[in-house]
């Protein structure tokens, strides 16, 4: 069972960027298909970007795309969310999350297998 932390949150004004990490312990990260989420007050939580197990594939939700890039370091265990050009509609908690089904494309919450806690990002006008 792989556990996940991310960090790299903060407060920006809009137009800024931002750096997220996750790193994963306790499993072999390189099974997994790795996923960022991300849950503002009062709505679901959505889609952000995904990355298959060798970097090989990248996926966005269409609000971000151009914007935000995915990546990963499998010697260092962590997957990464560069984040430019941000919106206030951007604010949000934002998730990674671990997909043992890397043969599948996902892009449902419910479908990844492990979480971390969670990172807030604050998007100022």
């Known amino acids: 069972q792989v556990q996940l932390v991310e960090s790299g949150g903060g407060l920006v004004q809009a137009g800024g960027s931002l750096r997220l990490s996750c790193a994963a312990s306790?499993?072999?990260?390189?099974?997994?298909?790795m996923g960022w989420f991300r849950q503002a007050p009062g709505k679901d939580r959505e889609f952000v970007a995904r990355i298959s197990r060798y970097v090989s594939s990248t996926y966005y939700a269409d609000s971000v795309k151009g914007r935000f890039t995915i990546s990963r370091d499998n010697a260092k265990n962590t997957v990464y969310l560069q984040m430019n050009s941000l919106k206030p509609d951007d604010t949000a908690v934002y998730y990674c999350a671990a997909d043992e089904d890397s043969a599948t494309v996902r892009f449902r919450w419910y479908e990844y297998n492990y979480w971390g806690q969670g990172t807030q990002v604050t998007v100022s006008s």
């Open positions: 306790g499993g072999t990260f390189s099974r997994y298909a």
